[in-house]
């Protein structure tokens, strides 16, 4: 059972999604594991119908061999940055895992807590922006949401003061 652990990961490409990239990796992640990119696109901007028939269960499963083509990604509406292919072509190789990727649309909140059931997910990390409590209390946060909701094991990790 330990070769299948899938270990997902919310990834927006912001410096607190790395950080919890970076943990994942540095943390939970070992040999043999399965690690699933989580990006979750706004809901209702689709140029091609392709979006249009994984609205509601997500793109497919993608390589990271495609997820780093940035021509292949541009009918998804994404664009990993750099650094986060980086990172991970880098644990692919060394920790000798199979780096996948999956995009929904809509609710963050709702995507990737039944993402937790659909793909299904051994744990989730996710990244914490770190609202103020008045900002919090208005937009909600994903994080406190997943923790609430999702049916298996979070981690939240923290932005904190040093960049990532």
């Known amino acids: ?19 919890a990239l970076k943990w994942a990796i540095d943390n939970v992640v070992r040999s ?13 901007y689709y140029e091609g119908g392709e979006m249009q028939l994984w609205e ?43 780096v996948v990727a999956k995009i929904f649309w809509g609710d963050p909140r709702e995507k990737l807590c039944s993402a937790v059931d659909n793909i299904p997910l051994s744990c989730i990390i996710i990244g914490n922006r770190g609202l103020g409590k008045l900002k919090r209390a208005i937009l909600g946060s994903v994080s406190n949401y997943v923790v609430s909701n999702a049916s298996c094991p979070v981690t939240v990790v923290k932005q904190g003061e040093t960049s990532a």
């Open 1 to 19: 059972m330990a070769s299948e652990r899938r270990i997902g990961v919310a990834v927006d490409f912001s410096g607190c999604s790395k950080k």
């Open 32 to 44: 043999g594991d399965h690690l699933i990119l989580l990006n979750i696109q706004p809901e209702g």
């Open 56 to 98: 509601t269960t997500g793109s497919p499963l993608i390589p990271l061999s495609e997820f780093s083509d940035a021509v292949i990604m541009k009918k998804y509406g994404v664009k990993p940055d750099a650094e986060t292919l980086e990172i991970l072509n880098c644990a692919a190789s060394q920790k000798e895992i199979v």
